[in-house]
Every structure is written in C-alpha cells, then in structure tokens.
C-alpha cells in the first residue's frame, strides 16, 4: 500500500496572514510540519498556490508543487495535489494524508496510526478523536466534537456538545471526543468527495466532513492520546512560548 502524505498551505488567511511561514523556534511552521511528516511517510509534499511558501519549501529540501487559489478547502487542493504529483512521479498512490499545515507539532504516531486505518479493506476516509473532558473544550464552538458508532464509525460532528446531557445529575457516564483535524482517504474516494455538493449539515455547522456523511460516505475513527496545537491566529503562538 502506498501512501503520501500532503500538506495543504496558503499564504491568504483571513486571521493570520503568511501563517504557514510564521518562525516558530527558528524554523518556518510549515518545516515543522513537514519534518514531522517525513518522520512517518516516505512521501510528503507541500500543497500550495503561493510562490512564497513554494520559495520556502525549496529552501528547506522540501517537495512541493503548486495548485489553483481557487480551491475552497484543503481536501480540494489535495486533491489538486495528489493528480499533479502522480503524473510526475508516475506513481500511484493508495492513500493520501491530509495534514494540516498549522499543526507544527503533529506525531509521527498519529500519522502512523491514521495509515494503519487502511489496513481495513473497507475503510474509506480515517481521522483521529481524543478523549477530553474538559468543561472548555466541550462547550467550545472552535472545537469539534464527535460520537461515534461501535463500528468506530463516524456518526456526527458538530460544534455543540454532543452528546446532549439532558439530566447532569443521572449516573450517565459520558465521555466526550474531541476532533482532530487530520484526514486520510483512499486515492478514488478523495476524487470523488470533491466532485459533491455542499449540502444542509455542512452549510449549518461549516464542517465539510458532514458533507461525506450526508453523502453516505464512512469515516472511520482512530483514537489517539496525544494532544495537538493547532495555530489559528496570532494569538494562538503564545500556546508554544
């Protein structure tokens, strides 16, 4: 099975400008994440559509390539990505890890781990959860939560607290799962998740993982203990100090 990994970064961010190449401990973010990729994948590239950040990576030793501004999400430029770098390297791949560009201190481990989903033969997509139970976390609307089906399926994501305690006073022993924001899918479902429509789920919680779901598409759930720190906004470096 062949898998890469691609890490989607433009340069236009409406909170962070440049954010992919904000120095974090004397190194560019997006080479952190990038060398932490490459800790577990044997291929990984660096998606974008600015020749800064294309600059950049060269810099570093770093493969990249570029893809249209146009795309609305990082899956469309994996996607992007993922045809281009086939073509090149005449190469086909089985499944792509979509990493986050803002996440500079991914694990090797959850990257691993994410892969390891596909040695299922009938997963689709794969992401990791983390337990927390953490009051803040829980009713944060920035953090996604998630419930899941024995399978280890996705049933729904929203940016609620789900599932809803309606008595907090019952011995209910609920534990509360916290999306992280890394996805793998096979090569064929990524091509076809792109091509849908937004749909009514996706449009109310601004989550296009709903849009699969709605689609009847399976995302299956790996669960990880490591905590991440994704960087959102300027403020979000005082995290890392």
Not at 9 to 28: C, H, M, N, Q
Not at 32 to 42: G, I, M, P, W
Not at 84 to 105: N, R, T, Y
Request: hydrophobic share 35%; proline share 5%.
């Amino acid at each position: 099975m062949k898998t890469i990994g691609i890490i989607p970064a433009r340069y236009a961010s409406t909170r962070f400008p440049g954010k992919p190449l904000v120095e974090i401990k004397g190194k560019p973010m997006i080479q952190h994440v990038y060398e932490q990729a490459s800790k577990a994948l044997d291929y990984v590239y660096v998606a974008t559509d600015d020749s800064r950040i294309e600059n950049v990576v060269k810099k570093f030793n770093g493969k990249v390539v570029l893809t249209s501004e146009n795309h609305q999400s990082g899956t469309d430029r994996c996607a992007e990505a993922i045809s281009i770098i086939e073509k090149s390297l005449k190469i086909k791949f089985d499944v792509v890890l979509c990493i986050q560009g803002d996440e500079p201190f991914i694990q090797p481990e959850q990257l691993k781990l994410l892969s390891d989903a596909f040695k299922i033969d009938n997963v689709q997509i794969a992401t990791l959860i983390k337990p927390t139970n953490s009051e803040e976390e829980i009713n944060n609307p920035n953090i996604v939560k998630v419930i899941i089906d024995k399978n280890k399926d996705a049933i729904y994501f929203s940016r609620n607290p789900i599932p809803y305690l309606r008595n907090k006073d019952s011995k209910c022993q609920t534990l509360y799962f916290k999306h992280i924001g890394i996805y793998a899918y096979r090569t064929n479902i990524l091509a076809e998740i792109t091509k849908l429509p937004q749909g009514m789920l996706e449009i109310a919680e601004s989550l296009e993982q709903l849009r699969w779901i709605e689609n009847g598409y399976k995302i299956y759930i790996q669960i990880t203990e490591f905590e991440t720190i994704a960087i959102d906004s300027p403020e979000d470096l005082k995290k890392i100090i």
